[in-house]
């Protein structure tokens, strides 16, 4: 987390109960899985990298939602939108979240939208639109948005980016807002059909009630966890009818670690669904669990229908104290039995260069027993034996759920096929995961590679030299321009160590046209060492030229207004620009209306354009003019 948090705890939520009843959205983006449970990411013309999980880079150091171009190269114009899970607003809820974006940010096109219907782009209209004098700071900015106005229905509200300049908006911290959560029924538990819930997902019917601190739900272990303090806190189950069951039990999974001189009380109870009235205690837990546990406990016979309670309370006011609930079942007689055991996972080795890789695995342990050993066996692919690689056993001990585990392997020999595989120990009995494959290059990826001096047409770079290299293969994308424009070889100096190069700007062509002054450039360089040695590509770099202050003050120069607009746009241009044409297009980008006699000379015009006839939702104009194209999104009512 990188904002300020007024409390820390063990592991991080994405739901949390609200003191006043329901369920509220809260997401950090810290768990693994991407996009969060709930969450959609819609992409328009194809777009395979929409919206990212990053730590780093444009959003500094922390994990946070990136909405932006493909990773490395922009190719095409896309819309892209990420979806919030549905959403019930109360009357006094705000949509409260961060946003911050790369240094490069200059457009206006970023909207936070909204639907009181389905996920379709159509159904979605602006609720506010974001401006490049929102972002004047380098760092995280927080946003409130009321929804209020929402209250009493289902919605979805979408971050939506219809840029194509290659810049990134980062998201961060969501949160605020009830989250939808749908009638729900009785649940029948009988001999043959007993209640059990693993907390996969967050169970649409648990109430998770609290105080200042609370329960929460963590999705990447996929439990209940109590995030400590001296405040009680309330987890209860939807109504059970147990009519049907001969001998009704309750069983769950619980931990309360032992940590500073206090481990947190847990107390269970039941109240009568019939008579809805006090809580009647079934057990209190004391004791420390460290480690999950099963405990299980008979529950009364003259009742047909009950809700049952978690109730934890720490008393003192320590937020690591924690309490973990997993697994409740509700049934007749000995229950069902749990793959309580560990497993590993064997991943795709990374960072694969001609000496070196990094060896990778998760693994899943649920309920944290101690592991004796973690590591790898690998083996050149021609080999029968497999050698045994260690890794520190006790940082797998804390817990959590799924652990990755990685080894740096090295003294590989080059454009060798290697065979690895992941293990660990546990209870004297060693587990394997699944074996993957992985080749050596025959050189190392370039490193060092950077943008020394940049003109109006030309660029300097230099990377790290290597005396094995005998040429060096350069590759070079324009931002606005789709596909590789060009890649060669370039010789180096062998006495020198670093490799200099001029690269020279170009025209291209891009759909008939053609554009000689890209605003952005991305390059990456790759090593070729002889006898087919070849290297993996380095880190791409994207470097701005001179024109980003050109093309700043170009779409500047351009004002659509009135926005939004029910029967006419009308767009002014100011300054020495020669408009040729303009032209009107959907989300989807067709063109549905063009205006060919908007061609000017003068210092300032204005054109208008009747949209009458146009369906509502968010449309974009492109000016064509002398210095380039200019695109303004508009939104019709």
């Known amino acids: 987390m990188k904002k300020i948090l007024f409390s820390i705890a063990l592991f991080a939520t994405v739901l949390v109960a609200s003191a006043q009843g329901g369920v509220y959205l809260n997401e950090g983006f810290e768990d693994s899985e991407f996009p969060p449970i709930g969450w959609t990411i819609l992409a328009l013309q194809g777009d395979q990298t929409p919206v990212l999980h990053e730590t780093g880079g444009a959003c500094g150091s ?171 806190c309330d987890a209860i189950s939807p109504e059970l009818d147990i009519s049907g069951l001969t001998s009704p039990c309750l069983r769950f999974a619980q931990m309360r670690p032992y940590t500073y001189q206090q481990n947190a009380v847990l107390t269970v109870s039941y109240r009568n669904a019939d008579f809805p009235g006090g809580w009647f205690p079934l057990v209190t837990y004391y004791d ?123 003294n590989l020999s080059e454009t060798t096929e290697y065979i690895y595989r992941a293990f660990i120990t546990y209870n004297d009995t060693t587990i394997y995961g699944s074996e993957v494959e992985f080749t050596t290059y025959g050189c190392d990826a370039p490193t060092g590679l950077y943008a020394v ?71 990456a360089v790759q090593a070729y060492c002889g006898d087919s040695l070849w290297g993996a590509w380095s880190g791409a770099i994207t470097v701005a030229t001179p024109y980003v202050g050109i093309s700043e003050r170009l779409k500047n120069s351009v004002t659509v207004f009135p926005n939004p607009a029910t029967s006419y746009v009308d767009i002014r241009v100011d300054g020495e620009v020669i408009v040729m044409d303009m032209e009107v297009y959907d989300l989807y980008g067709k063109i549905v209306h063009t205006l060919s006699d908007a061609k000017n000379e003068s210092s300032q015009q204005t054109s208008r354009i009747d949209v009458s006839d146009l369906s509502a939702g968010m449309y974009f104009i492109r000016v064509n003019t002398d210095q380039g194209p200019v695109t303004k999104p508009f939104v019709k009512h």
């Open 453 to 523: 001096d940049v003109g109006l047409d030309y660029f300097i770079l230099e990377w790290d030299n290597d005396t094995n290299v005998e040429t060096w293969h350069l590759k070079y994308y324009g931002d606005e321009n789709c596909g590789l424009l060009d890649s060669g070889e370039l010789f180096t100096e062998t006495n020198s160590a670093t490799v200099h190069y001029e690269f020279i700007v170009i025209d291209v062509h891009h759909h008939g046209a053609v554009i000689s002054t890209p605003l952005y450039y991305h390059f």
């Open 62 to 232: 922390s994990h946070s939602a990136v909405i932006r171009d493909n990773q490395y190269w922009y190719c095409g114009h896309s819309d892209r939108y990420f979806i919030s899970p549905r959403l019930s607003p109360a009357p006094g809820d705000s949509l409260i979240f961060w946003l911050r974006t790369s240094p490069d940010y200059y457009n206006n096109t970023f909207t936070l939208e909204v639907s009181t219907g389905g996920l379709a782009t159509w159904e979605f209209s602006v609720l506010r639109s974001f401006s490049v004098s929102d972002f004047q700071t380098s760092g995280w900015i927080r946003f409130a948005v009321w929804m209020g106005q929402f209250a009493g229905q289902n919605v979805y509200v979408a971050f939506h980016d219809a840029q194509d300049e290659g810049t990134a908006v980062c998201i961060d911290e969501v949160s605020g807002v009830r989250l939808y959560r749908p009638p729900c029924n009785i649940i029948a538990v009988t001999d043959n059909n007993f209640y059990s819930e693993d907390f996969s997902v967050l169970p649409e019917c648990w109430n998770l009630t609290s105080g200042t601190n609370h329960w929460g739900y963590n999705s990447t272990g996929g439990y209940l966890s109590h995030s400590g303090g001296i405040y009680s």
């Open 288 to 410: 420390e669990a460290n480690n999950w546990r099963f405990d299980s406990v008979a529950l009364p016979t003259d009742i047909a229908r009950l809700q049952l309670k978690f109730n934890v309370i720490s008393t003192t006011n320590n937020s690591y104290n924690n309490c973990y609930i997993d697994d409740v079942m509700v049934y007749s007689g000995e229950s069902p039995s749990y793959n309580m055991e560990p497993s590993v996972t064997t991943r795709a080795a990374s960072n694969v260069q001609s000496h070196t890789a990094t060896l990778k695995g998760k693994i899943d342990n649920p309920y944290y027993f101690p592991l004796e050993s973690v590591g790898f066996e690998w083996k050149e692919a021609s080999d029968s034996i497999f050698t045994q690689v260690l890794t520190d056993t006790s940082q797998y001990q804390m817990p959590s759920y799924t652990m990755p585990v990685s080894y740096v392997l090295t």
